[in-house]
């Protein structure tokens, strides 16, 4: 059995009280189930886990069962075996900000930091960061007119003019 959540193939919704530990590199939802359909509560992301109480465990499983009985609670999980924790956390937050699940905690949006720079210091500078994560940017190509720039942690590219 599998249940749609966006553009994503979530396996189960099954009893959270059937589930077994292993579990790797997983999105995870907790969800109530209401007749013929369910509510996601909680959105949440697992590196690895061997432990049978991993759920009980988790800081917010007071609201999940405050919410609805222990017997109510469901699990899907949408495996991504070969992911790293930035994609995972990706989706996450997708879920949670179309679902608004009531026990994940709003945690603000850390404020972005700019630095306003003179032309001056960024022709000295030699690393560039990256826009979308801030990490370095290295060249990856030098042509007649412009430079192609590559993060590497993200992998976004961006092209600068030669001046």
């Not at 949440?44 to 465990?57: I, L, M, R, S």
């Not at 924790?85 to 937050?93: D, G, I, M, P, Q």
């Amino acid at each position: 059995m599998s249940i749609q959540i966006l553009q994503y193939e979530f396996l189960g919704p099954i009893k959270l009280q059937e589930w077994g530990p292993p579990m790797e590199k997983v999105v995870y939802l907790i969800m109530t189930r209401e007749k013929d359909s369910f509510n996601i509560i909680y959105a949440g992301e697992c590196e690895k886990t061997t432990e049978n109480n991993f759920f009980t465990n988790n800081p917010s499983f007071k609201c999940w069962i405050e919410s609805h009985s222990n017997a109510s609670l469901y699990l899907a999980i949408l495996p991504m075996f070969e992911s790293e924790n930035y994609a995972r956390n990706k989706v996450l937050n997708q879920v949670i900000a179309r679902y608004h699940p009531k026990c994940n905690e709003r945690k603000p949006e850390p404020k972005p930091e700019y630095k306003i720079r003179s032309k001056h210091d960024s022709e000295t500078s030699s690393i560039i960061p990256c826009p979308c994560c801030g990490s370095e940017m290295k060249v990856e190509k030098e042509l007649e007119n412009t430079t192609i720039i590559r993060c590497t942690e993200c992998g976004i590219s961006d092209t600068r003019l030669n001046s």
